[in-house]
């Protein structure tokens, strides 16, 4: 049993060209941990220490991990998890 | 370069011009592999901002996920820049995330002409492209 997670074609280059890759844990900060081991550097590109980057959107199943409990979000073995860079940008410099 | 109908093409501008002095952004999707923009799809801008815009995140899963049922990709990701030309700044340049998309850029500073403009953006490196418009 595991948790599928999605991975859209930027950060394929992780995952051997695959679109998507099983993992496990409890969370999704652990399940991030779990699949750094078979891909990594993976999970570099999603968390910036404690919290998911910001121009990263992950979902479990159809909603935005943002509005539950980010890292700490509970996953369990039959969740989906989704993968996609936030679309961004506009005139303003940063 | 991009080859876009002139039917895509003025509804890009419509969404802009609608959205001023907001920034206004979507997609156009086409068959995956084919690079031909063929379905129009307006997003929100969340950001609701003359600087800034970014798609909401549920709307941009529920059509990521049309679009690969369907076999499709983002072929353009289109916004307005509302006070400055067309052309990526560095914020546009950092998020960008699809290298294989056009990003076409619209400025509606001027009324009454609209400047659009298409560019690949990949790994932080901008090269303008021309734009065809087919009738």
């Not at chain 2, 499709?72 to 700044?89: G, L, N, R």
């Amino acid at each position: 049993m595991a948790i599928e997670v999605r991975i859209p074609t930027i950060l394929r280059s992780y995952t051997g060209g695959a679109k998507a890759v099983q993992g496990s844990g409890g969370t999704l900060g652990e399940l991030l941990i779990n699949l750094d081991a078979a891909h990594g550097g993976l999970r570099e590109r999603l968390v910036d220490g404690e919290n998911l980057r910001r121009f990263v959107n992950v979902y479990l199943n159809d909603e935005d991990v943002r509005f539950l409990g980010g890292l700490e979000t509970p996953v369990s073995d039959g969740d989906t998890v989704t993968v996609l860079p936030a679309v961004a940008g506009g005139s303003a410099s940063t | 370069m991009l080859t876009i109908s002139r039917g895509l093409y003025e509804k890009i501008i419509a969404h802009a011009r609608a959205d001023h002095p907001d920034e206004a952004c979507g997609v156009i999707a086409g068959p995956a592999g084919s690079d031909r923009p063929e379905r129009f799809i307006p997003m929100q801008n969340a950001e609701r901002s003359p600087t800034f815009y970014r798609f909401d995140s549920l709307e941009q899963l529920r059509v990521w996920r049309e679009m690969d049922d369907l076999d499709e990709e983002a072929v353009v990701i289109y916004h307005s820049h509302t006070a400055t030309e067309a052309y990526p700044s560095r914020t546009d340049i950092s998020y960008a995330s699809e290298p294989q998309a056009h990003y076409v850029l619209v400025s509606t500073r001027d009324e009454s002409e609209t400047e659009f403009r298409s560019y690949r953006i990949a790994d932080g490196a901008v090269t303008e492209e021309p734009v065809q418009v087919s009738e």
